[in-house]
């Protein structure tokens, strides 16, 4: 695994799922890490409570990423705690389907604030943080964005503007050291997944059989993605997409 010995790392949208994986595997690799949460604060502290009872450090910090004060909150107690910042996980982010005459303004405007003003907002607050070795940003897209499915239209959208704001603040920011990339996950077994009600349906099925792996992702497999791409070990990477879908195309 590649070592993240002191570094620290913010992962927004930590309290489970994908972000709790990538938490974990980040503290599990030496980095000291911020687990963001909006709502779930036990979920959250469950994750910290974890990372510390194998040795690390984490501290939880509640914070809505799409609220400018919020956001700022999270990087000055991140700094307080820790005294910098190296790495920052775009993972916030919330799903949302329906056929295209049930989409409302009201549900455009909660998944773009979160899924992409989310990601600016925390980015451009990194930016203040980032030591004079710069830093990485890791943007958690979605196969998503390159395989829709009918009803996805806003979320893969949202997917979409994560790629280009991948692109453009790869080239924008790589002048002072930091990278930039989006991981884009494949069908993940999460509790969101299987509140969507994905596990065991014959969409599953689909899926299944379509993946050259010949099975969903689970949370660590993207976790250990991420690991590689926070280190100095993929420190030519940026402007890149990286899907972990099991070959899923």
Known sequence: MADLTGKVAVVTGASKGIGAAIAKALAAAGAAVVVNYAGAMEAASRVVADIVGKGGRAIAVQGDVSKVADVSRLFAETKAAFGTIDILINNAGIGGFSPLEGVTEEDYRRLFDTNVLGAILTTKEALAHFGPNGGSVINIGSFASVRPTPGSAVYAATKGAIETL?????????????????LAPGPVDTEATRGAGLIGSEFEKQIVAGTPLGRLGQPDDIARIAVFLASDEAGWATGAFIPASGGLR
């Open 166 to 182: 991948t692109r453009s603040l790869a080239a924008e920011l790589g002048g002072r050291r930091i990278r930039v990339n989006t």
